[in-house]
């Protein structure tokens, strides 16, 4: 990923964070109950309800239903709708199970049909959890013998991210988590050989709302204008497709495309997140033509890593945008700045706590955790960070990666040593050999200032889940507590002498 610090992002402001909007039925790519236009003003459609029927569609609407799907699936309600396509709610029969209909509108010809055939063929080829699952797929017909599409896809318990955006503010840290989850199905279906051409919050169902400590978790869905390798395109060359306010530079022009692409409209969709406005406003023309001379603005206000990586996400030139791995591997990196930016020790009175033996097991289950094979734990002292508790045979190496996590109070994760470019780095600075896996992650103080850092190592690369990273959290702010307990005992007995 090429060095964004010479961009200059500016304005841009926030609104106070708020909860995420309740669970609520997501529109697998479309507005609800609405035809969305480019510019995101929903123009709303009045479905129109047929009578009972013996197909299972009673009262389902009659103009958009396109063909009728088998009937092992009884539909119940309509989730959303959209120009080509209509989403419904339904039970598999046979499975007994929830599931989501989506029929296709127009009956099978031309470029409709390469479309529909297209998404199909996508679908049927992925398989991971950023991305819907496809469970079932044919042709049905209507009452005129008219013979149309329909995809059945897992049916996901939760919203959109458009709903979540016009809901209220969202915090960094679920716009990180939602990032995370969102960069790792690039890189998956990228790898692939699929570029997905139409990234934008209506496309992105929001699984899980990181309330009650969790955290957020994001699908990718809509892959009915994507490209793979294999399939020829859909639309005419230099023909541009795709949802103007997200379009990347090449698309706007019309030029062939890379996953790069869906890198650009990630960044513009992650910035409106935090700035809840399109980065380029306007009618679809003006939209296009705008990311081609000018960078979008990028609040002054986001902590310096979320300029730097939003720069570098929507780099007029393809080239300069990070590459999937490397997206993956920031939004990581800011997931784990996010949870701890605010884990900082409590003020409430506490009794005094003797530490004997008390860093040791806090080490300990810091590697158990991370089933790694060392563990410390550095207090600032000063200018300098003196190692207090140690486990594990190699655990004298992470004396440097407390000092780096103290002087700079930020968290460090590094999953494969042998690929990231930070341990070569580090390696000729600190003149150590620096482990296949460490995490380093600060410890704060009640107003926030780091007081030390605890740090684990292992020999072989792994990647933490989210029960792991909770876990550590919470071994953080414990150790937190400790310290500022010594530090009122101190206190108190000071004073009584």
Known sequence: MSDPSNATPSGGGFAPVAAPPPISAPSYGMPHLSVASVTGAPITSPPITTPPTGDGLTGVPAVAAGGRPPSRYTITGTLGEGGTSIVYAAVDEHLGREVAVK??????????????QGEIDVLAGLSHHGVVTLIDAGIAPDPQGAQHRYLVLERVEGSDLRTWIDHGAISPRHIAEVGYDLAEALEYVHGHGVIHRDLKPGNVLIVADGENGGRARAQLTDFGIALTSG?????????????AAYLSPEQARGDDLGGASDVYSLGLVLLECHTRTLAFPGGPVQSAIARLSTDPAIPQELPEQWRMLLAAMTARDPRERPTGRELVAALRQLMLTESSRHRAVPAEAVPELSLTGSFDRITAIAARTCRAESSALGLVQGEAVRVVSRTGDVSGDLDWLCRAVAASGEPVLVEDGSADPRSSAWSQSEDVTTPSF???????????????????AGSEPRQLDHEQLESLHDLVALAGLMLAWDADAARLRTTAA
């Open 438 to 456: 460490c995490i380093g992650l600060p410890v704060r103080s009640r107003g926030g200032r780091v007081i030390a850092a605890l740090c684990v």
């Open 231 to 243: 399939m020829e395109r859909a639309t005419v060359d230099g023909v541009t497709t795709g949802t």
């Open 103 to 116: 029929v296709f509108k127009h009956e099978i010809s031309g470029e409709d049909s390469a479309r529909q």
